[in-house]
Every structure is written in structure tokens, then in C-alpha cells.
DNA sequence: CAACAACCGGAGTCCGATTCACCTTATGGA
DNA sequence: TCCATAAGGTGAATCGGACTCCGGTTGTTG
């Protein structure tokens, strides 16, 4: 169904600005109105509904956007780093990544409540990402081997819904306490424990 | 202000009324609209908006109860477990207080979502009861020393926001991470040491 | 370039929170 | 006990925001 046929330009054209207005209207914080999304799109609310069956699943597109984005990461960091070090330089990216959501504010809220597959997959392509992360951890004897990377990612979740002054520092302690907590295993086995 | 008018006995009555029939719909899920609510506390909404200035301090005061009720249970876990064990126990009880939360739904996220002072007392309290835990590990030397309550709350608030199905089995390997992550500073200035 | 399918517009519908003008009824003093 | 009166209660009306729908418009294709 998605490609069965092209979609015409205009279409395409009409589409793509409102992903675009949206995002801009999330970061923005302020007016996530349908209308006024829409009309930051330059269409009429009647388009933004054509092409999203509701104004959660427009969300859902932003989102996965991000997130598609943000998920390319590991490879690369696993490239240029030791497996313990791209794992905390991930953590911190996904606070940084959180720090572009909070912008979304209930936004995102909304569709985390949802369990709307688009968002289930996104938490999949995280989940993902970061057991690629910890299985090399793992494999270097780095960090402990009986968590899941779905596990990591929920417990980094509580930084997306806190709006409160502080919350960055809090979110780089909580990283900090977390990434322990991945090691902690590892050396708490014993054996090898990293110089 | 509070006590300029003890409050007149039916008043007293409804205002109850609601806070209970609240939280009975929260726990249920499902019609948590004011309407329901009013109805199930057998007055109009009217009522409901003479006692409480919106639907959101509604919710706030039946999750403010919630809460105080939580906070007791750190100095019972202090007086009958070790400053560790206490730890650990109040973090399991902070998951199951989720699953009440839980029930809260969107209810929950949209009172986060306010800076409502409410809300950020009830956080404050929960911190603080946090901070009595951690602070008593910490003189048994068994706790690092550099972590707030504060920050251990936001690690766990993923929780509350995670509705899929293996939310609680994941909440649970998120205590354990956190409490190995809570105890390793503390093995890491104690004994040997990865890095 | 005609015919058609896909689009677009935007006023109207629906639904839930909130308000408000007007009754009811505790309550406390004569 | 009884009344005055202000605290309380009521629910229809209002408001805001997501969502729908019925023409009019415009790419596309043969």
C-alpha cells in the first residue's frame, strides 16, 4: 500500500512541510495546535488529516525521524571508541535527544501513551541500538551481560517527561549512576575486572 | 487561608466523596472524565469546580495522597532492615507504586506535565524519603556518596510512563541496575576497581 | 487536451473541560 | 425554635481543540 503509487508531487510537497512545520512547532514548544501546524504548513487542517489519521500519528512521524536518526549512532561511536566508552557517549546522546523530545513536550507524551506500533518500533530501533552497544561491552568483558538494552532505554525514559529547571544535571547524574550500573556486574564477576 | 473556615459538614463530605470516586476511576482506566467522576461522588460538576480549581488538581490531590502514604514506609524499612536492604526494598515499593499510577494514565502524565507546586512537593517528598535512605546506606558505607534522592526518582520515573506488557519485569531489572549502579561508587572507593 | 483520480479547503460536528447565574441548605445567633 | 445569610450546589451554556465531510481544484495519464 505505501508505494502502490508514488504520490503525486504536490502531495509529496504538502506532506513533507507539514513533518517539518510540526517539528518546528514541537521544538518551538508552544501552539501544537492542529490549525496551527497546518498553518505553519501552509495547507488547511483537511490536508494535515489526508495524509495522518490523526494528529498522534503526525507526532509518531516526527518522532520516528528523530529517532531513525539518533539510531545510526552506535555504529559509528563503536567504530571510534572502546565498547564502554560509546556506550556512556550514547547515554549522553540520548539525553541530548531527550533534550529535543522534551521540546515535544506532551507531544510525546501522548503517543508514549498510546501503544501505537509506530512508537513500539522506534523503542525497538532503540532497544536495538543499545544492545548492539552492550554486546560489545559484553564481548570485552566490560559490562555485565544480563540486561537488555529495552531495560537501559526505559530506565533513561523518566529524563523525556521532566521539565523541571534542573533537569539536565539530573539526567548526566542519572547516566552516570546507570552506566555504573551496567559496569557494576561485569566487575562485581570478577575476573577480568578493566585496569 | 486554609483554616479561615473549618468548612461546612457536607462540603467537607463531597470534597471526600470526590477525592475517593477519583481515585476509584483512575484505578478502574477507563472515564475519568469529570463528568464520571462527579457522577460516581453522586454531585454535579459544578461541585467538583467549587472544591478543586481544575480536573488536573484533582488528580494532583489524590496523587499527592498517594504519595504521603509512600513516604512513610522509609523510616519502617530503616528501622527493620539494613540501610541497603531498605534501599532496595523502597525502590521495589516505588515499581509497585507505579502500577497504581499506572492506572492513572495520561491523568498522571498531564499533572507532570504542569510545573504545578503540587506536583513538585509531592516530588520533593518522595526525594527526601529517597534521601533518607541513601543517606543512611551512605554512613554504612555501602552507598556512594554523590547521588540525591532526586536523581534516583527521575531514574525510576520511566517507570511510570511505560504501559506495554513487560513493563514490570523491566521496571524490576531497572531497580537492579540502579541499586548495583547506587552501590558501586561506593565498592569503587572501598575496594579495587575497574579504572 | 479531456477525463479522472487524487488533492485541498475550511466550515461544521463532536466531545470534554470549565463557567456562571440562580437555587438550596447548613449554621449560629436572637 | 426559627430566621437570616453566606457557604454550597446545580446543570445548561460556553469554549477550545481534534476531527469530518462535501464540494471545488489540480496533477496525471492516455
Redesign the interface.
Known sequence: MPSSRPLRADARRNRDALVVAAREAFLAGDAAHVEEIARRAGVAVGTLYRHFETREALVAEVYRQEVAELCAAPALLLAQHAPDEALRTFLLLLVEHAAVGRGM??AL??I??T?SPVF?DARDEMARALDELLAAGVAAG?VRDD??G???L???????????KG?KD??L??V?????????????RGHN???
Do not use: F, H, N
Open positions: 513536550g506532551e507524551e501522548s508514549m501513551a501503544d513500539d566490560l540486561v537488555k529495552r531495560v537501559v526505559r530506565a533513561l525514559g523518566g529524563i523525556c517527561g521532566m521539565r523541571a533537569w539530573d539526567a547524574q542519572v552516570t549512576v546507570l552506566y555504573d550500573g551496567l559496569r557494576y556486574g561485569a566487575a562485581d575486572a578493566p585496569e
